[in-house]
């Protein structure tokens, strides 16, 4: 039998590749991977560790979650944090990175 916690486990949110992977506030991008769905993934941040930018979701399916770079978004490189449901939802930092672009670029 599988522990309980490693069958919570399997049902996280695994954010896998975004693409495109760099983008200007506005821009829509995709990331895929498994548990992604509404019922998983609540909302979708940029986070460079010490801020959060909540982003727009645009279109959220199990695999992948379409979602556009927030207007207060600043330019450089962040990761990509989900915020799961449920009834201990958890701020989960994923290893897939998105370039944001100045608006000078």
């Known amino acids: ?9 399997a049902d996280f949110p695994r954010l896998t590749t975004v693409s495109p992977d760099t983008g200007k506030i506005g821009d829509e991008l ?5 548990n992604l ?7 979708l941040y940029l986070t460079d560790g010490q801020h959060d930018w ?4 645009v279109e959220q399916t199990d695999t992948a979650i379409k979602f556009k770079i927030p207007p207060d978004a ?20 994923q290893p897939v990175k ?6 000078g670029s």
């Open 74 to 93: 600043k330019a450089g490189r962040f990761d990509l944090m989900v915020l799961t449901t449920g009834k201990n939802p958890s701020l989960i930092e």
């Open 30 to 34: 995709t990331v895929e991977g498994k």
């Open 98 to 103: 998105v370039t944001v672009e100045g608006s």
């Open 54 to 57: 909540k982003t727009e979701i």
């Open 37 to 43: 769905s509404s019922q998983h993934v609540k909302e």
């Open 1 to 9: 039998m599988i522990p309980a916690s490693v069958a919570a486990q």
